[in-house]
């Protein structure tokens, strides 16, 4: 009796232990959901303490419906993970299709007419699936439940756009999305005039049963607008605008609407990988490096890697990170936030630095830009297309204004960057930005220096504040009334003298000599061209440059010669006060 008693003790311990300590651990395993708040270190404690220090200014990215987070199952397939049976046929998998030689001559006129190799692209199913190029970890990612996401709206705008190429994309999203998760796919006509976009399409989509619909636009929009009323138009609870030149990854939809989920003020941006132009060949432009996107103070769209202060927020290589800003292509939105803060400025038109503007007051009103490593969506790049797809009547300087909209809106103090950038624009009439400006108060939008310090922390280190203009304009000799131009030559080759023709040069206070985004340096009797970044990616606006505004001499420091120019050569010689050879007037040109 006494061994028994002992033993039915022992027993009874024994399943105390296994069901509360042994089987926890065990399903603990395969649920990255368990109750973390003892941990410290774990990324999510982290961000709270960051929270708590920077007083609740920084937005919570795990928003206010953290239950519906996706949950990570190391070697136990995701939930939304297709099993797709093999296809064979040109393209398939993302190969590349090379045309026989008598081919090539029809297939250049295609790519003048589009931007791209029609002929190779009409040989591709418009049924094909490219490759996986998502990161490994991708395929054992757990979302929510169907009745958990918000449904998505696809907005495609295209104007004379390629039929292949643009049925593929419908095709693309169709077959790759789940369908209980796709509402519809808005195509926008932006007023196309060629033939095979009119009754051929509407009759073509009637296939989709009321799936793709179509609304055209009665005169050119352009691409910002056309999105717009797209956006208008959708049934469902998130926006999502691809090109109409793109073809999906597997699975590249749910990553994107769970990140809304959790947070309805997330940007959800899917990563972009390259399809070649001629031969439609699908590569992983980024190689499986993580980037994200910021810009040059002249609006040129730039990235770099995810900075150390952002990934060690995250416990898988795989989860989404903050950016500042995206490339503008691709993007989902909540229908409903899109619109409370004003959709795009009605003031940016045809296209050009929508991105921008975008990014800066989701962030700065309250909401986060997200890349999403789970989500691939390949976009077809242009080739050398001729057709002019412009607005005929739009404004040559549309894009400066965008830019100035964005800057004069969001920017405060920091616009002033772009404007020592871009001196010339400054005269631009941008419109009237009042509503713009509305907005931002109604909302109780942050300061741009909150989003430089707590958000584009790492843009300064590659692309610091740039000086101020000691000069800028149009230089020319005063002897031989010639003017430097750097126009039509490559990196490398020596800056030339022309027929003076409006062509404008910046000289910053710290002696940089430069021309958009180019730069020019010394090299003993002439002056090169250079990209203005160094070997590491970062643009140090300093240089060698000297101009003397009462001898109106550009000297450099490192040589310390003249610029000189005979009049139809330009090179360093030793410096002459009285050689008017050496003399040069700057002329600001404006818009």
């Known amino acids: ?130 490759k996986d190029t998502r990161p490994a970890e991708c395929k054992y990612w757990h979302y929510p439940e169907s009745s958990k996401l918000p449904k998505a709206s696809v907005v495609i705008v295209f104007v004379n756009e390629g039929w292949s190429t643009l049925m593929r994309t419908v095709h693309s999203v169709i077959n790759t999305s789940p369908p209980e998760l796709l509402a519809d796919i808005i195509l926008v006509d932006d007023y196309s005039n060629k033939e095979h976009l009119k009754e051929k399409l509407e009759t073509y989509i009637t296939r ?61 941006v899917p990563i972009v990988d390259g399809i070649d132009w001629n031969t439609l060949e699908h590569t992983d432009i980024y190689g499986g490096a993580l980037n994200r996107g910021i810009w040059e103070w002249g609006f040129l769209y730039k990235e770099t890697q995810v900075p150390e202060k952002e990934s060690k927020m995250h416990k898988h290589y795989s989860e989404p990170y903050w950016s500042p800003t995206h490339a503008g292509g691709l993007l989902a939105i909540d229908k409903k936030w899109f619109f409370e803060l004003g959709g795009y400025d009605p003031g940016i038109k045809i296209w050009g630095g929508e991105q921008y503007e975008l990014s800066f007051k989701v962030w700065q009103c309250g909401g986060m830009v997200e890349w999403v490593p789970c989500s691939h969506v390949a976009h077809i790049y242009r080739g050398p297309r001729t057709e002019s797809v412009h607005p005929p009547d739009g404004n040559p300087h549309q894009t400066s204004i965008n830019h100035m909209r964005l800057a004069e809106t969001w920017m405060d103090e920091y616009k002033e960057y772009y404007y020592i950038r871009e001196p010339q624009i400054k005269r631009l009439d941008f419109g009237d930005i009042s509503e713009q400006l509305a907005i931002r108060e109604k909302l109780q939008c942050k300061s741009f220096k909150w989003f430089m310090e707590n958000i584009a922390y790492d843009l300064p280190k590659k692309f610091p504040l740039p000086p101020k203009n000691k000069v800028w304009g149009e230089c020319k000799n005063a002897k031989h009334r010639v003017c430097l131009s750097g126009w039509s030559i490559d990196f490398g080759q020596p800056l030339r003298i022309s027929r003076c023709h409006g062509e404008l040069f910046r000289l910053n206070v710290e002696g940089e000599l430069s021309s958009g985004e180019h730069c020019f340096v010394s090299d003993r009797s002439i002056v090169k061209k250079k990209f203005c970044l160094n070997y590491e990616g970062v643009w140090n606006p300093t240089g060698e440059w000297q101009y003397d505004l009462d001898k109106k001499t550009i000297k450099s420091s490192k040589e310390k010669t003249c610029l000189t120019t005979d009049g139809s050569n330009l090179k360093l010689e030793e410096c002459d006060d009285s050689n008017l050879s050496q003399k040069w007037d700057w002329k600001e040109i404006y818009y």
Request: hydrophobic share 40%; aromatic share 8%; proline share 5%.
């Open 1 to 130: 009796m006494v061994r028994l008693r002992y033993s039915s003790i022992a027993k009874l311990v024994a399943l105390f232990f296994v069901v509360f300590f042994i089987l926890p651990s065990f399903f603990n395993l395969y649920d990255s959901s368990t109750d973390i708040s003892d941990f410290n270190d774990h990324p999510r404690n982290i961000d709270h303490k960051r929270l708590v220090e920077n007083n609740g200014q920084l937005p919570n990215r795990y928003g206010e419906n953290p239950e519906n987070i996706a949950i990570f199952k190391e070697g136990v397939l995701g939930n939304y993970e297709p099993v797709l049976e093999p296809r064979t046929g040109p393209g398939e998998g993302g190969v590349g299709v090379n045309l026989a030689p008598e081919e090539k001559s029809a297939a250049e006129r295609t790519v003048r007419e589009f931007g791209f190799n029609m002929v190779a692209s009409d040989k591709i199913s418009l049924d094909r699936r490219i």
């Open 208 to 268: 989709f049963n009321g799936k793709v619909k179509l609304t055209r636009t009665t005169k050119r929009e352009g691409l910002v607008r056309a999105r717009v009323i797209g956006a208008e138009m959708a049934s469902g609870d998130v926006i999502v605008i691809l090109d109409a030149h793109c073809e999906c990854v597997a699975n590249w939809l749910p990553p994107l609407l769970t990140r809304i989920a959790v947070n309805r003020k997330t940007l959800a």
